[in-house]
């Protein structure tokens, strides 16, 4: 059984590549995460299980409410990485990979610490208004 972090990875892939492609499959998922097919099998089984995603017309990974929500709660994780990282003066292709790999591994009270201590221009003016 795969851990929350590491299904939010998955439904994050299934939500960003939705935005590129009309249909979203398991083999689009495992490249671009860059994992095995088995890896990614285990994973959607895991997902329908818990009524996270569903598969539509042609094997297509649909996104439930309830995986949609996880998957743009961690998008905000990523996201805030993502732009710390770059606005760091980190490289894009860098910043892309080590955003997921924050956003999957620290707990809610350290992201907190760090988005307080650590307050990017869009956080901090939305938080002004």
Same mark, same amino acid.
């Given at each position: 059984m795969l851990n929350e972090r590491t299904l939010d %990875?998955? /439904?994050h892939a299934i939500l960003l590549l939705g935005t590129r492609f009309l249909v &979203? +499959?398991?083999v689009d998922v495992a490249a671009w995460l860059e994992y095995s !097919?088995?890896?990614v099998s285990v994973a &959607? !089984?895991?997902m329908l299980d818990e !009524? /996270? &995603? %569903? #598969?539509g017309n042609h094997g297509a990974l649909l996104l439930t409410a309830d995986g949609e929500c996880r998957a743009r709660a961690f998008h905000e994780r990523y996201d805030f990485f993502y732009r710390l990282l770059t606005e760091a003066g980190i490289k894009e292709d860098t910043s892309k990979k080590e955003?997921?790999?924050l956003a999957g591994s620290l707990s809610n009270p350290s992201l907190n610490a760090i988005k307080k201590r650590f307050c #990017? +221009? !869009?956080t901090c003016d939305s938080q002004k208004k």
């Open positions: %990875r998955y /439904l &979203v +499959r398991a !097919k088995a890896s &959607v !089984k895991q !009524k /996270l &995603v %569903r #598969i955003a997921g790999a #990017i +221009r !869009k």
